[in-house]
């Protein structure tokens, strides 16, 4: 992709499903995204799904901004309110040689929608050299016309599939069509990456989707409603991987709005949730629900960067994965 092009998307930008058209050069868009890439935190990360994170774990790269903004986002500070430096493509690139060194099993791209022109660009300095697969890890509000961009250059989809009703993804994430969005979205993933595929004899991942819900406070309903509409895509064509780490963060905390949400999950809301997987046949993976604790929070340094604690918490196999 070259800088003309990039100019082009960023100053009408409809990048994202959002399709807000912002100029990117005049004021961010939604996504908070201005006209450089932004991160706030690029080193290995241990606690992606245990196919993703190996034993050297993922080279994470987080980037600032998102375009979604959940009220209940653990990373509000960066996806919200503007954190990370910015930087330039080639810094970039010799950030994921740089992760690659120091023995990470993948790039993991995190929330990368919003710069994906210049993820590109980047990627094309290191294609010679960069020999590990890469990860694009989305909160699923995608445009199938940027996944398409991707064709090449992805490896291994991360994508969430957060709500099925149109009511929650309004109220939650200001995204209407959410759902139907997402689906697309999965689709066009599955059709670039085809079934999940593992290097030999390791067990990681090599190419595949990999679908994660997070269940929410209360809305094990919807949860098992999106597990039913997924299971239509073809339960071997992709990994599901279901999470219980929701933590009240963000505007759930302070806001009496969204008082329902004010409270971490019960297990049986996610015990219904795996059956249902379960029993659909699904492949994949279920965390521990200890790992819905506030110390797993990421926490970001702005470092090119430095090394902390930090994650999603155990993830153990569900069935046979
Ligand atoms: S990526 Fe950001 S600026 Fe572009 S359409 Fe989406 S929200 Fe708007």
Redesign the pocket.
């Known amino acids: 992709m070259d800088e003309e092009t990039i100019r082009k998307l960023y100053s009408d930008?409809?990048?994202?499903?959002?399709?807000?058209?912002?100029d990117?050069y005049d004021k961010?868009?939604?996504?908070?995204?201005g006209p450089r890439i932004k991160a706030a935190r690029a080193a290995i990360h241990m606690w992606e799904e245990p196919v993703l994170a190996g034993s050297g774990g993922s080279g994470a790269v987080f980037f600032s901004?998102c375009?979604l903004r959940c009220v209940f986002c653990q990373n509000h500070e960066i996806s919200s309110e503007g954190y990370g430096k910015e930087i330039s493509a080639k810094a970039l690139a010799d950030i994921f040689l740089r992760l690659q060194e120091e023995g990470a099993e993948n790039i993991d791209l995190v929330t990368a929608?919003?710069f994906v022109p210049e993820v590109l660009y980047a990627l094309d300095m290191v294609k010679d050299r960069l020999i590990i697969p890469v990860i694009y890890n989305s909160g699923g509000y995608e445009s199938i016309e940027t996944l398409k961009l991707l064709e090449g250059y992805v490896d291994i989809y991360l994508p969430d599939v957060k709500y099925c009703s149109d009511e929650l993804s309004v109220r939650l994430s200001k995204a209407p069509g959410y759902f139907d969005t997402a689906i697309a979205a999965v689709r066009e993933m599955i059709r670039q990456t085809g079934k999940p595929e593992f290097f030999p004899g390791s067990g990681k991942l090599k190419k595949g989707t990999i679908i994660r819900h997070m269940v929410l406070p209360g809305k094990r309903r919807d949860s098992i409603r999106i597990l039913n509409e997924l299971e239509k895509l073809g339960t071997d064509n992709f990994l599901i991987s279901v999470m219980s780490q929701y933590t009240p963060f963000y505007k759930v905390k302070t806001d009496n709005a969204f008082n329902d949400m004010n409270r971490r999950i019960f297990s049986f809301e996610y015990d219904e949730v795996v059956d249902e997987a379960l029993r659909l046949g699904m492949n994949g993976f279920m965390q521990e629900k200890s790992s819905a604790k506030e110390e797993y929070t990421p926490a970001f340094d702005l470092k090119g960067i430095e090394d902390q604690p930090c994650g999603a918490g155990d993830l153990k196999s569900m069935n046979n994965v």
């Open positions: 930008c409809s990048l994202c499903a959002r399709r807000c058209h912002a990117r961010p868009g939604f996504c908070m995204a901004g375009t929608s919003q």
